[in-house]
């Protein structure tokens, strides 16, 4: 079997399931932080209560995020030596500042905090949390440093033998566009992940008349409005991302929207059937200039199409196909759009019975608000697949193919990297199964099984 | 001194607190079975590395991304060569990392005694498998001229490197049982300092038949002379030193002697590879080194400002953490985990 696809696949698979538990760290961390902080200002128990609860819950999720954590670091080298070696004088740096000055704050700062209650004066062990959550938020910019350089390469020249990519502007690495495009829908993501898991648990708690009403009410209003927040957050970051997409990865866009044909006015897809053969709608609804308006805010503006730029690409970079699979791009933009469309109803919901201070939830409303935490998951899967799918042929954009970047089959060979896959798979399986199993029960017994 | 040495030293100061730190929260979990079978004594002892663990393996992560970013080719022969080695090293990472926050959250024998066993054979694994990697960087595998890996798995696995894998194994467990007669009162103290003083021949014989089969499998002596310096003898004398500690009950001195024998081992093998750093068995001439496998000044330069600023900052906050939990724990302590 070919070993780019296995190598694909196991780096789909790991990455997806890491990204499941980071944005509810980034969420949660700061969700905790602001519990605690409440009780020091205030001193009422029922904050140390739920500072001790959502903590509880966040350690359970992020023992899981450390651990797969470090198969990603590891996977660079293994199973992509070729990417390694291209892109290391610039890829590694963001990597291990993101370590030295991240992961150390935070996990130092986390032992501390957990091992801390009875031994720090209160306000130093609310610091720590803090510096948790800003620690877990720095990894987040780091990596997404990272990552913008896959996107939208900058701050670099070439070799002179051409054998790899070199830093020339570190500042330039740093200040990317990019970065700061994607850093803030990121970390509003997490928001939003972390303020819908405080919605679900909480609106469970009141719908079922458990014994913590009262703080579980808190708990609601301060979650709704995080989560109302994170969700206002994260639609616009994602609007300026895409904005500014159009200009540096085109092509995602494009594939994103199923438009085969350069448009102006462009029209936006409800609902396509495509032939990506024939580059071609089977069936299609379209919003006529929605995507020139979403693109430049004004109902006029071309919007270039797949054909077309497939075109450019050849004459830029010669020979070869550049589209990515439209139908991966298309489908994850709707349900990262969906989703988020969903979460403002469902945070607009939350705050509305908040505003209105009832905390009584029927069965229905309180079931479609428990379950209104997988939204962000979708999402945020979906986002992180766009991304990178959309992006493909190319591991970096324009400088290198992801055909380039696997390690050569003669050191990882496919059987190796079947047994590689079929390792992760069961061990990630099996610890979806009990983190899911840790954090039902936690969530569920409420505050005195924190305690 | 250029910047590809300087970088050399800082992923050897990175191995050394990775070694010296991680290197004792591998050994508490090895001899987590063997300090008791009561519940409470487990998480007595898990609880002596609860604030710790997570920290220590950051230095892992961390000497990872500097080899990453500042010798690319390195860590791209390295981790690829290595494959299914760092397979089994990451199962082992995720087993044992999560066992200690999962253990304590359930209470059932079968679910507590799963985790258990999960935090002894990672740790032993890993414990074990870090000699086994370091000594192959120093004997040489199969590299070849387009710096590519071109052996197995197998080729990973000679009697040279496991004999370090064995005397790692029991090094890293002697750190590990000293540091819990540092940690631990009354009889969790007790069986932890037998435990430590059974321990130590082992480990020094173990240790001491390393470093002769280095003499022979490697060039390390050759390049260092007969009489290889202050740094290999000093590690061997701290070794010896640690029963004379443990006889006269001095814990404290002897974990600083088993965290220099750990340190300056790792210095002694770091300073045989140098300006190496994998050492190719198929012709000397295809060995990475610091020159064919760096980043360009520029990014060196970089990450030298980077690391001179927030290491210290690391030791410092690192170092508050042990001096917040510095008391001993007992049987009735308040636990976390």
Known sequence: MDTLFLARLQFALTSVFHFFFVPLTLGLSIFTAIMETAWVRTGKEKYRQLARFWG???????????????????????????????????????????????????????????????????????????????????????????????????????????????????????????????????????????????????????????????????????????????????????????????????????????????????????????????????????????????????????????KALQQEYVTKYGPGNYIPSVITAYWSFRFMVGAGTLMLLAAAFALYKVIREDYSFSRLSGSLLFWSFLLPYIANSSGWILAEMGRQPWIVFGLLKTEQAVTPSSVVNAGELLLSIAVFAVVYGALTLVDVFLLKKYAAAGLHAAE | MDLQTIWFILVTVLFIGFFVLEGFDFGVGILLPFMGSEDNDRRTVINTIGPFWDGNEVWLITAGGAMFAAFPEWYATLFSGFYPALLLMLVALIARGVAFEFRSKHDNRTWRSFWDWCIFAGSAILALLWGVALSNFI???????????????????????????????????????????????????????????????????????????????????????????????????????????????????????????????????????????????????????????????????????????????????????????????????????
């Open chain 1, 56 to 306: 509880h819950l966040f350690l359970i999720n992020f023992a899981v995020g450390v651990v797969t954590g470090i198969v990603m670091e590891f996977q660079f080298g293994m199973n992509w030596s070729e990417y390694a070696r291209f892109v290391g004088d610039i890829f590694g740096v963001p990597l291990a500042i993101e370590a030295l000055l991240a992961f150390f704050l935070e996990s130092t700062f986390l032992g501390i905090w957990v091992f801390g209650w009875d031994r720090l004066p209160k306000a130093l062990h609310a610091t720590a949390i803090w510096l948790v959550a800003l620690g877990s938020n720095l990894s987040a910019l780091w990596i997404l440093v990272a990552n913008s350089f896959m996107q939208s390469p900058v701050g670099y020249h070439m070799a002179a033998n051409g054998s790899r990519a070199e830093m020339t502007d570190f500042p330039a690495l740093l200040f990317n566009p990019y970065v700061w495009k994607q850093f803030p829908h990121v970390v509003a993501g997490g928001l939003t992940t972390g303020g819908f898991l405080v919605i679900a648990v909480s609106a469970w708690h009141l719908m079922k008349g458990t014994r913590d009403q009262e703080a579980f009410s808190t708990s609601l209003k301060f979650g709704s409005i995080y989560a109302f927040i994170g969700t206002l957050l994260v639609t616009l970051a994602g609007h300026t991302q895409m904005q500014d997409l159009i200009r540096h990865q085109p092509m995602k866009v494009a594939a994103a929207e199923a438009l085969w044909e350069s448009e102006n006015p462009a029209s936006f897809s409800l609902f396509t059937v495509g032939n990506e053969k024939e580059l071609r709608d089977e069936f299609a609804i379209r919003v006529p200039g929605m995507l020139s308006f979403l693109a430049y805010n004004s109902f006029n503006g071309e919007v270039k199409g797949i």
């Open chain 2, 139 to 337: 004997r040489g595998v199969p590299i070849d001229s387009s710096m590519q890996y071109a052996g197995g798995f197998i080729d990973l696995l000679n009697p040279y490197a496991l004999s370090c894998g064995l005397a790692s194994l029991f090094i890293f467990t002697l750190h590990g049982a000293v540091f819990l007669t540092l940690k631990t009162t009354g009889e969790l103290h007790d069986r932890a300092m037998g435990l430590a003083r059974k321990l130590w021949a082992p480990a020094t014989i173990l240790s001491m038949i390393f470093a002769g089969y280095t003499y022979v499998a490697t060039d390390l002596f050759q390049r260092l002379g007969v009489n290889p310096g202050a740094i290999p003898i000093f590690s061997v004398l701290a070794l010896l030193s640690v029963i004379v500690m443990l006889k006269k009950n001095a814990s404290g001195w002897a974990f600083a002697m088993t965290a220099v024998a750990i340190a300056f081992s790792t210095i002694t093998i770091f300073l045989g590879l140098y300006p190496r750093v994998l050492v190719s068995s198929l012709n000397p001439d295809w060995s990475l080194t610091i020159y064919n496998a760096s980043s360009s000044p520029y990014t060196l330069g970089i990450m030298t400002t980077v690391a001179l600023v927030f290491v210290p900052l690391v030791l410092i906050y690192q170092g508050w953490s042990y001096w917040i939990f510095r008391q001993r724990l007992a049987r009735d302590s308040k636990l976390e985990y």
